[in-house]
């Protein structure tokens, strides 16, 4: 969701933005229809659904009994607004309209966006890159910490000497 909101920002024009950071994330964000159509009725379900598609298999499991415990402590309602919100969310012709240097990360085990969501954003957006992070799911800031930090710390310093070319 995080990377929609900024998909979306990053299109509506010049404002003070210098580069664009997605992780996750895809231009259509559909939502499996387990998942929504589990949600409201059976919410625990949904939660060992949810679970079981955000983490890599290495994952260490303290992580992903936080994640579930963090996805139960939300009310089912914001939760499927939220995904609904992702299901409609779909900007896959607009995204050639986006000028900002992009750094697209996505883990190799990522079953919530697939490696095709980030490889479609890398390949559409004109200035973008693709990092692909292997052993790591879709909460791969999480797994892979430090590995996401030293890419976006590149990426950030790539941009900073561009800038100070101009």
């Known amino acids: 969701m995080g990377g929609a909101i900024a998909l979306t920002i990053a299109l509506q024009g010049p404002v003070a933005k210098q580069g664009l ?11 499996m229809d387990e998942v ?9 379900a949904t939660a ?12 260490p499991e303290e992580l992903k009994s936080l994640g579930k415990r963090t996805f139960l402590a939300n009310q089912p309602e ?21 000028e900002l240097p992009t750094l697209v990360i996505c883990g190799s085990e990522d079953k ?12 559409q957006i004109p200035n973008a890159s693709l990092k ?3 052993g790591a799911g879709h909460m791969l800031p999480l797994e892979k910490p430090e ?11 790539n941009i900073a000497q561009v800038n100070s070319l101009i």
Not at 23 to 29: K, M, P, V, Y
Not at 36 to 44: G, K, M, Q, R, V
Request: net charge negative; glycine share 2%.
């Open 147 to 157: 590995i996401v930090a030293s890419q976006i710390n590149q990426f950030l310093k």
């Open 112 to 123: 919530m966006t697939p490696l095709k969501y980030s490889r479609y954003l890398a390949e």
């Open 36 to 44: 929504l159509d589990s949600t409201l009725s059976n919410f625990e």
């Open 48 to 59: 060992e659904l949810v679970a079981e598609s955000l983490w890599s298999e290495r994952a």
């Open 132 to 134: 692909v992070v292997k």
């Open 21 to 31: 950071v997605l992780i996750s994330s895809g231009a259509r964000l559909r939502v």
């Open 78 to 98: 914001v939760v499927y607004a939220d995904y609904l919100a992702c299901n409609c969310f779909d900007i896959m012709d607009q995204l050639s309209h986006i």
